[in-house]
């Protein structure tokens, strides 16, 4: 039996719980929709090589992944682990603001690596919030986090088509608009307190052994995060490629868009996409995708093809996470919901980071060619998955039975 299936009635719910989850979602979103595909844009305009740009980006992440972990733990011994959002909000807001008094390569580093340290909480703390309003209430997570794949792609559309008129300059103003976002909405974030002890009781007594230190779920998280690590060289140099190649700001924020779009379209399925195939289905589907995905990607293909590989982004970020979701859900208690999302979320920044760190300089090697290394990297996290797939205790073939070997 799914944890999620023990949920309570609705009427327990925080007052207009899906809304309000799905907007406080949408805020890092906004930062992260400019900072992602153009923040490499404002650091060329500083004369940064492709060496440097790749260390700016990557030690941000290593930041990220050492206080997510650390962060989340604390907040499961929150009273409200929703308070955590205010103050990553407003000092990612100082540090943006800080960002425009910045001007070298190492006052850049040593900036944004903070605001790395300080974002890090915000986002599994919210996926925290929506996985326990998926546990307790029975919400639809797709139709709650899809309204932050939309606000990215708002933020990245509004972001590419500034960039277009006024140039690399206008991504700091977005993030900072995006931070205030940030913290607002984390006053607005639901209280949902610490998990009642009938809750625990109840996962308790689930058929399966639901704890985070299960090497079966640790090994398809380390999985995931190596496929998407796979993505590495699109985010750092993609725009900048492409920009290359004569697509304005507006069109290079289309391509981006499609991607999140197709995303968003998954998401809006995501029910009824995980009633029809079990999650290990979609994470082994996703990760596949992915290595096609980066072998075509060298190929001269123009615009439309680049659209449609950007639109795979349905499979290869989607279906994965969207999988690795509902594996947490069913292998770990309510009340170690943030510490998952942290090692998740951890796992992803870590392999992110060393592949970003290591595109600069794969990058400036092999240019476009890169991209076969960022296939073979997806290849390993689908080999991960698969040994965590045959792994796992409750899988058919160890003498288990449960839907979730599929």
């Not at 607002?184 to 689930?206: D, F, N, Q």
Request: hydrophobic share 55%.
């Amino acid at each position: 039996m799914s944890l999620a299936s023990q949920a309570p009635a609705r009427e327990d719910a925080p007052r207009w719980f899906p809304q309000r989850s799905a907007l406080v979602f949408c805020a890092p979103m906004i930062v992260n929709g400019t900072v992602l595909p153009f923040f490499p844009v404002w650091l060329e305009t500083h004369s940064l090589n492709d060496h440097q740009i790749g260390v700016i980006l990557a030690v941000p992440m290593v930041v990220r992944v050492i206080f997510a972990p650390i962060l989340a733990m604390f907040a499961d011994r929150m009273e409200e682990r929703t308070g955590i959002l205010v103050w990553s909000g407003l000092l990612c807001l100082a540090t943006a603001v800080a960002l425009f008094w910045t001007q070298s390569f190492w006052p850049i580093l040593l900036v944004f690596a903070l605001q790395g340290a300080v974002f890090a909480p915000y986002i599994p703390v919210v996926e925290s919030m929506l996985i326990t309003g998926v546990r307790r209430w029975g919400f639809d997570y797709g139709s709650m986090r899809l309204w932050a794949s939309l606000a990215f792609i708002a933020s990245t559309l509004v972001g590419g088509h500034l960039i277009g008129l006024y140039g690399g300059a206008m991504v700091l103003p977005v993030m900072t608009v995006g931070c205030i976002v940030m913290s607002a909405m984390g006053l607005a974030a639901p209280r949902i307190g610490r998990v009642p002890r009938r809750a625990v009781a109840a996962t308790g007594k689930s058929g399966q052994r639901a704890s985070l230190s299960r090497f079966d779920l640790h090994l398809v998280m380390i999985g995931s995060s190596v496929v998407q690590a796979g993505h590495a060289m699109l985010y750092a140099f993609a725009s900048i490629y492409w920009a290359q190649l004569g697509y304005s700001g507006t069109a290079v924020g289309i391509l981006w868009s499609a991607g999140v779009l197709a995303e968003v379209i998954a998401f809006f399925f995501a029910r009824q996409l995980s009633r029809t195939f079990g999650a290990w289905t979609l994470i082994r589907f996703g990760a596949t995708i992915a290595v096609c995905r980066w072998l075509l990607f060298p190929l001269d293909i123009g615009y439309l093809g680049y659209f449609v590989l950007q639109c795979l982004h349905a499979f290869t970020f989607a279906f994965c996470h969207i999988g690795i979701q509902r594996r947490i859900v069913d292998a770990v208690h309510e009340e170690q919901e943030a510490s998952a999302q942290g090692a998740y979320y951890f796992y992803n920044g870590i392999f992110m980071a060393a592949a970003t760190f290591a595109s600069g300089y794969i990058y400036a090697a092999f240019g476009l060619h890169g991209y076969y290394v960022m296939s073979a990297i997806a290849a390993v996290g689908l080999g991960c998955v698969i040994v965590a797939w045959y792994l796992q205790p409750q899988r058919a073939g160890s003498g288990g039975k449960t839907s979730e070997s599929r």
